[in-house]
């Protein structure tokens, strides 16, 4: 049985975690965060989390994962069959990550954790790269219903584990509301939420965060 590595307020561990649960593969959570001592790099090279142990070893970051639950478990498809199209779903899901997600990243510490602020020039690309990423996502998805058409695909996974944190950023330290001037996307941030794979990662999360943020919050203030 796979053991999945990490914890549940994390974004990236509960995309690893939304797709076993949508593919319905058997896993067990090994609680772990990302740090620089002995035990955590011997699982991750880097120390960060998600990581995936499997009966041939360790796998690390999220892409690399998705990609290995996909190959090894195509039975429930998460992208699709045609190699243009499975193309077309991977660029979606990293735009979303290199041009919303990182950059809301860089605001993460003022605005979801409370602690210091945001230096301004790192303020700054976030503003400019959020613009970008939520236009690119615009002119790119189909919202038909989901994302990248009419299944349910990795590129939903980032969308969801993504624009909304995006969106907090935003209208915090920016006064924009851009995930509403994306047409389709409230709409499938809603439908997103309500899978009940999603209800279940939802859950978790909602106990786990206040523990994180207790965690990080006497880093984050220094």
Same mark, same amino acid.
């Given at each position: 049985?796979?053991?999945?590595?990490?914890?549940?307020?994390?974004?990236?561990?509960?995309?690893?975690?939304?797709?076993?649960?949508?593919?319905?593969?058997?896993?067990?959570?090994?609680?772990?965060?990302?740090?620089?001592?002995?035990?955590?790099?011997?699982?991750?090279?880097?120390?960060?989390?998600?990581?995936?142990?499997?009966?041939?070893?360790?796998?690390?970051?999220?892409?690399?994962?998705?990609?290995?639950?996909?190959?090894?478990?195509?039975?429930?498809?998460?992208?699709?069959?045609?190699?243009?199209?499975?193309?077309?779903?991977?660029?979606?899901?990293?735009?979303?990550?290199?041009?919303?997600?990182?950059?809301?990243?860089?605001?993460?510490? &003022?605005? +979801? $954790? %409370?602690?210091?602020?945001?230096?301004?020039?790192?303020? !700054?690309?976030? #503003?400019?790269?959020?613009?970008? *990423?939520?236009?690119?996502?615009?002119?790119?998805?189909?919202?038909?219903?989901?994302?990248?058409?009419?299944?349910?695909?990795?590129?939903?996974?980032?969308?969801?584990?993504?624009?909304?944190?995006?969106?907090?950023?935003? &209208?915090? +330290? $920016? %006064?924009?509301?851009?995930?509403?001037?994306?047409?389709? !996307?409230?709409? #499938?941030?809603?439908?997103?939420? *309500?899978?009940?794979?999603?209800?279940?990662?939802?859950?978790?999360?909602?106990?786990?965060?206040?523990?994180?943020?207790?965690?990080?919050?006497?880093?984050?203030?220094?």
């Amino acid at each position: 049985m796979f053991k999945l590595y990490g914890f549940a307020a994390s974004n990236y561990f509960n995309m690893v975690k939304l797709a076993l649960l949508e593919k319905q593969i058997p896993f067990d959570v090994v609680s772990m965060h990302g740090c620089q001592n002995p035990e955590t790099l011997a699982v991750s090279a880097r120390g960060k989390v998600p990581v995936l142990e499997t009966e041939d070893g360790f796998i690390s970051e999220t892409d690399v994962i998705l990609r290995y639950l996909e190959d090894t478990h195509p039975q429930t498809p998460l992208l699709p069959a045609h190699p243009f199209a499975r193309a077309q779903v991977w660029t979606m899901a990293k735009e979303i990550e290199l041009y919303i997600e990182l950059p809301a990243r860089l605001c993460y510490v &003022e605005v +979801l $954790f %409370g602690g210091r602020a945001t230096p301004q020039a790192l303020k !700054a690309k976030a #503003l400019r790269d959020l613009i970008k *990423g939520f236009a690119a996502l615009a002119r790119r998805g189909q919202f038909a219903p989901y994302v990248a058409g009419a299944e349910f695909t990795l590129a939903d996974i980032y969308f969801l584990y993504s624009v909304d944190l995006a969106q907090q950023v935003a &209208e915090q +330290l $920016f %006064g924009l509301n851009l995930l509403d001037e994306v047409a389709g !996307a409230r709409d #499938l941030l809603e439908r997103l939420n *309500g899978r009940r794979c999603a209800q279940r990662v939802a859950a978790d999360r909602e106990v786990d965060f206040p523990i994180f943020l207790e965690r990080v919050r006497p880093v984050s203030v220094l």
